[in-house]
């Protein structure tokens, strides 16, 4: 979790070994992506409020396929969140052999699942909508990253206290 455009898909994509959520230099992450690791990749689109956006499941599908569907419907919410207001934020499962576990050393106990969890950023200070879907993972260890370019040290700081809440 941390501020927009701070570099949380690309840390994502760096954990599964894949460029499989998208990644820009403005606000792309919409709603919660979770990649659960399994050998078989696959892609759920869930049903949402008002989704504008192809919603289902995707078996033996592509790094490049997960890629183009997530950034579609991710584009779409974008796009329409302001102008619908029953939209729903999206919510993705991917299946995917991500190298965090695969290449790993890691003896984790038996029946133990490990999830790796893309939330949208804050924008700014009582960003409500980005804030209730990131409230509702609070069961998990949370990196956090921000945007070390920032100048204004008082919204570094205001961000990141509100991240931690």
């Known amino acids: 979790m941390g501020?927009?455009?701070?570099g949380k898909s690309t840390l994502v994509n760096?954990?599964?070994g894949a460029e499989i959520?998208?990644?820009?230099?403005?606000?792309?992450?919409?709603?919660?992506?979770t990649i659960?690791?399994?050998?078989?990749?696959?892609?759920?689109?869930?049903?949402?409020?008002?989704?504008?956006w192809e919603c289902g499941e995707w078996t033996g599908i592509s790094d490049e396929r997960i890629y183009e569907r997530l950034y579609d419907v991710m584009i779409s919410y974008i796009d329409n969140r302001e102008k619908q207001a029953n939209l729903a934020c999206p919510q993705s499962t991917i299946s995917y052999p991500f190298r965090?576990?695969?290449?790993?050393?890691?003896?984790?106990?038996?029946?133990?699942?490990?999830?790796?969890?893309?939330?949208?950023?804050?924008?700014?200070?009582?960003?409500e909508g980005n804030t209730n879907v990131i409230?509702?993972?609070?069961?998990?260890?949370c990196l956090v990253t921000y945007n070390s370019a920032e100048t204004d040290k008082e919204k570094v700081r205001s961000l990141l206290q509100e991240v931690v809440e």
């Open 3 to 6: 501020t927009t455009s701070s």
């Open 14 to 16: 760096l954990l599964c």
């Open 21 to 33: 959520v998208p990644v820009a230099v403005s606000e792309m992450s919409a709603g919660a992506v």
């Open 36 to 52: 659960e690791y399994n050998e078989t990749k696959s892609l759920i689109i869930h049903e949402t409020p008002g989704a504008l």
């Open 100 to 127: 965090l576990i695969k290449e790993s050393k890691l003896e984790l106990p038996r029946g133990v699942k490990v999830r790796i969890l893309d939330l949208p950023g804050l924008a700014y200070v009582g960003d």
């Open 135 to 141: 409230k509702q993972c609070r069961e998990a260890l």
